[in-house]
């Protein structure tokens, strides 16, 4: 229950975050620059809040129709991940949206955090599988042991 509500606090976090930044100052929208894609930064937020909203709700019904307990170390290593990606992807996101277009040059150096943090979101999900999956093997464990 401890993850399904850190999920959903982040969630809600980063909800508010991109409701108001998309009010202020942060358009909603996708730019080319020059071999750049970039996403607004309230995009960016969106797309981490679903997520993590997604990760709550995923957790939260593993605990109430699942009989066997989820892994908290496997849950926090996965939170964390998550948590990095979202910072990571967050600062890139702004970042790329007030640098100056004038010089694509210096836009090199996003490579380097953009990879740490597709990285950290794939390596988020490899402890989420596998909790997943020795909750499964425990919960048929109990169930064929009970017949």
Same mark, same amino acid.
């Given at each position: ?37 970039? &996403? ?51 600062? =890139?996101?702004?970042?790329?949206? &007030?640098?100056?277009?004038? %010089? ?23 402890? &989420? ?6 909750? =499964? ?9 009970? %017949?």
């Amino acid at each position: 229950m401890l993850l399904a509500k850190s999920f959903a606090a982040l969630g809600v976090a980063l909800a508010v975050a991109a409701a108001t930044s998309a009010a202020r100052l942060l358009a909603l929208d996708v730019q080319v620059r020059g071999t750049y894609l970039l &996403f607004s930064p309230s995009l960016v937020l969106w797309f981490c809040s679903l997520t993590s909203v997604n990760f709550a709700i995923l957790y939260y019904a593993a605990e109430k129709f699942v009989p066997t307990r989820w892994s908290r170390t496997l849950g926090i290593l996965h939170f964390g991940l998550f948590s990095s990606f979202v910072i990571v992807f967050t600062v =890139l996101a702004t970042a790329a949206r &007030f640098w100056d277009s004038s %010089h694509p040059e210096s836009l090199r150096w996003i490579v380097i955090p953009w990879l740490l943090g597709i990285l950290s979101f794939l390596l988020g999900l490899v402890p &989420f599988f596998v909790n997943l999956v020795l909750t =499964l093997i425990r919960t048929a464990r109990a169930r064929l042991a009970a %017949h």
